[in-house]
């Protein structure tokens, strides 16, 4: 019979455009967030992280941003690529662990 | 840096048999911690060991899931009898503090 699954938020973007991935957090008392990507058959890699007492940071063609008012993260990839197609996480400290939202697949076409 | 290992890469066992899923931390990383991803609950953490030491098994799914760390370098997660609805990829990864943590590439258990 058909499976059912996470129906995970699809991102499509053309080759070379800028990708803007969004997640909202649960919890005003967390410190810390990091972002994940996660190609197929991989483990999730660390992209990028930020602290609560900034709002935004840069990396290698990415940018985190935090939005701690409406309790909002989000991922900007600049000039998108092909390898850059994977399943994308955000997640929030809590004491020692993550708590890991459910993902936002990018689909990258040329 | 080899990062975290994890053995074996792809299992597949038939229902009813143990399975015992093992990982080698990142050196220096005091913390461990063993997570579930399935397609129908997405990523599930099962257990955090700090120093070796359980912390918080409030996710493990019930009494046939066990895990031990018996020294800083290895854990082991086992499951006696394997259902089924047990498969799924397994990661463990470790973290030198509470903050990022570093994946190992999964073991995808499938049970028959």
């Known amino acids: 019979g058909e499976s059912v699954g996470l129906h995970l938020p699809t991102l499509s973007v053309q080759e070379g455009d800028n990708s803007i991935i969004n997640c909202a957090y649960s919890n005003s008392a967390s410190d810390y967030f990091i972002w994940y990507k996660q190609e197929s058959g991989k483990g999730p890699q660390f992209i990028i992280d930020i602290r609560s007492n900034m709002d935004k940071r840069q990396g290698q063609r990415v940018t985190v941003l935090l939005n701690k008012t409406v309790k909002h993260l989000s991922l900007q990839i600049a000039a998108t690529q092909p390898g850059d197609s994977a399943v994308y996480f955000c997640?929030?400290?809590?004491?020692?662990?993550?708590?890991f939202g459910k993902g936002t697949s990018l689909l990258v076409t040329p | 840096d080899a990062g975290v290992i994890q053995s074996p890469r792809h299992e597949v066992t038939e229902m009813g048999q143990e399975v015992t899923l093992r990982c080698k931390p990142i050196?220096?990383?005091?913390?461990l911690f063993w997570y579930r991803q399935t397609m129908m609950r997405g990523l599930e953490l099962l257990i955090y060991?700090?120093?070796?030491?359980?912390?918080?098994d409030s996710g493990m799914p019930e009494d046939r899931f066990s895990a031990k760390m018996p020294n800083a370098s290895f854990s082991t997660l086992k499951i006696q009898p394997s259902e089924p609805r047990d498969s799924a990829v397994y990661f463990c990864?470790?973290?030198?503090?509470?903050?990022?943590?570093?994946f190992g590439p999964g073991t995808r258990l499938t049970v028959t």
């Open positions: 990864a470790s973290s030198p503090g509470a903050t990022r943590q570093y």
């Open positions: 050196s220096g990383h005091n913390s």
């Open positions: 060991f700090n120093n070796n030491v359980p912390i918080d």
């Open positions: 997640a929030e400290n809590s004491g020692y662990a993550l708590n």
